[in-house]
């Protein structure tokens, strides 16, 4: 069983610059691709950056790409979200997710369904 915790988040003005931690316990951090997704009220949790278990992979949503930077250091069993140059429409709530591959052949997944393990979510406010 896998705990992840995130922090970091809070209330930021436009332009403003934002990392979130999620640290993890309970299993083999490398073992697992580290996802990052986040949520508005009324709207599905949508995708947002995923890293490969040994962080030689990464992919982001098209239209976070550029902005948003997904890291992860293994030896602290931590996943990052630098987030840059945020925007109101970034307000969200985000959370880290864990998915379970070992062998990292698998290709990385944006799928809410395909994470095993999810944190309890870090509230990130941008205003104008």
């Known amino acids: 069983q896998v705990q992840l915790v995130e922090s970091g988040g809070g209330k930021v003005q436009t332009g403003d610059s934002l990392r979130l931690s999620c640290a993890a316990s309970g299993g083999i951090f490398s073992n697992y691709a580290m996802g990052w997704f986040r949520q508005t009220p009324g709207k599905e949790r949508e995708f947002v950056a995923v890293?490969?278990?040994?962080?030689?992979?990464?992919h982001y949503a098209d239209a976070l790409r550029g902005r948003f930077t997904i890291s992860r250091d293994n030896a602290k069993s931590t996943v990052y979200l630098e987030m840059t140059s945020l925007k109101p429409e970034d307000t969200a709530v985000y959370y880290c997710?864990?998915?379970?591959?070992?062998?990292?052949?698998?290709?990385?997944?944006?799928?809410?369904?395909?994470?095993?393990?999810w944190g309890q979510g870090t509230q990130v406010t941008v205003s104008s």
């Open positions: 890293v490969s278990g040994n962080n030689d992979n990464s």
């Open positions: 997710a864990a998915d379970w591959d070992p062998t990292g052949w698998r290709e990385l997944s944006s799928v809410m369904e395909d994470y095993d393990y």
